[in-house]
Nanobody, 115 residues
Framework: QVQLVESGGGLVQAGGSLRLSCRVS????????MGWYRQAPGKQRELVAV???????NYADSVKGRFTISRDNARNTVNVQMNSLKPEDTAVYYC?????????WGQGTQVTVSS
């Protein structure tokens, strides 16, 4: 069984920072990519950032320059450092892992940015 456990969400004022972490556990031989998505009320889930095995990254235009994704391969962990947060960043953030056994999701963690 594969599990993704997220941590680090919360309430922060605009301009503040948060760091989200996600650890993947279970019977996995290979993780090809790990990333973060978010879903705001009434909106579709969207990609925030993804990091691939070789270290390359991709970011949503709305977070470029403010968010940084990183990965600890030894610990099967992915983090996203979120700086200069804006009220429009408010959403439930989900961790995603693309593995040799398919794609898996975390349970989501709420990020709320007050103005």
């Amino acid at each position: 069984q594969v599990q993704l456990v997220e941590s680090g969400g919360g309430l922060v004022q605009a301009g503040g920072s948060l760091r989200l972490s996600c650890r993947v556990s279970g019977s996995i031989l290979r993780i090809n990519a790990m990333g973060w998505y978010r879903q705001a009320p009434g909106k579709q889930r969207e990609l925030v950032a993804v990091i691939f095995n070789g270290g390359s990254t991709n970011y949503a235009d709305s977070v470029k320059g403010r968010f940084t994704i990183s990965r600890d391969n030894a610990r099967n962990t992915v983090n996203v450092q979120m700086n200069s947060l804006k009220p429009e960043d408010t959403a439930v953030y989900y961790c995603n892992a693309l593995t040799d056994r398919g794609a898996f999701w975390g349970q989501g963690t709420q990020v709320t940015v007050s103005s």
